[in-house]
Structures are given as C-alpha cells and as structure tokens.
C-alpha cells in the first residue's frame, strides 16, 4: 500500500465513510453572504470542509472550477486546509499528454498543489502516464469507464480480441501497468453493469465512482455492483448547493450524512 490508499483505508475504517465531496465551487453559485469575500471560493471551501470533514474519507477538488476563473492560490489554500485536518486530497485533473508534458504535470499537481491522488485519462498509453507513477507514495486513478453519456462513444468499442476498450484498459491497470502499486480506476455510477464486469476484471483494485447525487447513479446498484474492493464514492453539486443561503454549510453536512447512511445501509 502507499501513503493515499492508507490514509485512504484509514479514514474509511475509523469514520465509517466511503463518501468523498467533490469540491466543484462555481463561482456564480457560491451564496451571497460569502461572494463578496477577498477569497470567496476558499471561504466556501472552508466553510464545508469544517462541516464535512468528520464524514467524509477524502476530498476532490476539480482543477478546472479554480483555474477557470484565476483561483488556483484558492485551490492551493483549500488543499493546505484539508490536508491540516488530516483528510486526504484526490485532485481531479484528468491529465493526459505526452509523457515529457506529463513530467511537468506531476510536478505541478504533486509539488505545487500537494495532492495526495490525482485522476489521469489513459487512452493515449502508458508512457503519457508513467510519469505520475513514479510518484510511489501517492495514487494515480486512471478513467476507465466514465459516468458521462457519451463515454459509451469509444470506451466500450469491441477490440480485435473480443474485449471493450474499458475492459482492456482495467486489465492492464490491475496487470502491467500497476508496476508499483499505486493506480486506481475511476468508474461512473451511472454504469453499473460495467462496474461489475470491472470489479471481476481487477479484484479489489479501489474505485473512485463518481455521479452519485446530481448526476444521478444509484447508490444500491453501486455498492452490489462493485462488491470484493475499496470504492470512494463522490457527490458534489447535491452537497455544494445544498442552500444558497446563510446555512449553505450545515444543509451540505444534512446531505453528507444522508448520503453517507445510505451508503452504509447496502453493505
């Protein structure tokens, strides 16, 4: 195991959680009592870490809502504050470039943000990601078959040998390529006949399912389909937007705890 996956195993096991917040903050959606704040996404952020944290077993900021609008020093302030609270950080930025590209892209999510995990798309092979992996002590989570409608369009093509795109990829992700350990696979809720055949393929590889909550996946068919395995179940939208109002943060902790009994109800 490395340092991600224990930490990880840790906070799932002494909290009870397999839920993860997505921390997606559009700044047009953040309640007016805090947008008028000098650092509004990160006194937002701050706000539901503080009412979240207990509940959650990591956090996934996505690295798009803060660069899009300059916020990246906010980014990098919320991560310092999850990681103080002793909560790991999955930063999803779905990288995926040439391998001296993707060079500069570790650096820049391990070193410059501290990320504990980060999300990478595969499809253009494995060296465009193996600089990521030399990161031994964090978790790389490689898209396998996304929660998207069309994601269908190219990962689940029949290859010469029989097997869908998704599927080839989950074996080489739980077969040569995991050389050291430290890849996961993201896998969408809102497939989870999928979800099975992708659990038989790679045995107790740990999942991050993200669409639960707004995007809609089913929490009952997630935990059967994805049984014998560690899975990290994320919401966003239903638990940022909870209230647009003064108590934005104790409406997104009522929906946490919601979802996190839910969760524990289908093991």
Request: proline residues 4%; aromatic residues 8%; glycine residues 8%.
């Amino acid at each position: 195991m490395n340092a991600f996956f224990d930490q990880f195993n840790a906070q799932q096991h002494n909290l009870d959680t397999a839920l993860c917040v997505g921390l997606d903050p559009d700044i047009n959606r953040l309640p007016a009592c805090i947008r008028n704040s000098d650092k509004p996404i990160f006194e937002f952020n701050k706000a539901i870490v503080d009412a979240t944290s207990d509940l959650v077993c990591c956090y996934k900021p996505q690295i798009a809502y803060y660069a899009s609008c300059g916020a990246e020093a906010e980014l990098e302030m919320t991560i310092a504050y999850i990681k103080d609270k002793g909560v790991p950080v999955l930063l999803d930025a779905k990288r995926g470039d040439i391998g001296s590209t993707a060079e500069h892209y570790a650096r820049e999510l391990f070193d410059r943000y501290g990320a504990d995990a980060i999300t990478v798309n595969p499809y253009m092979g494995f060296d465009s990601f193996e600089p990521y992996l030399a990161y031994e002590d964090k978790a790389v989570f490689l898209l396998c078959r996304t929660s998207n409608p069309g994601g269908a369009d190219l990962q689940n093509l029949r290859l010469e040998n029989g097997k869908a795109l998704y599927e080839q990829v989950a074996e080489l992700a739980a077969g040569e390529w995991n050389r050291n350990g430290n890849i996961g696979l993201v896998v969408g809720a809102t497939n989870p006949d999928e979800l099975a055949r992708i659990r038989e393929i790679t045995g107790d590889m740990t999942f991050l399912v993200p669409g639960i909550g707004a995007q809609g996946g089913d929490i009952a068919a997630v935990m059967a389909a994805g049984q014998g395995g560690h899975m990290i179940l994320s919401s966003s939208r239903a638990v940022l937007y909870a209230s647009a109002d003064t108590d934005f943060a104790a409406a997104a902790r009522t929906v946490a705890e919601a979802t996190v009994r839910e969760i524990n109800e289908q093991k």
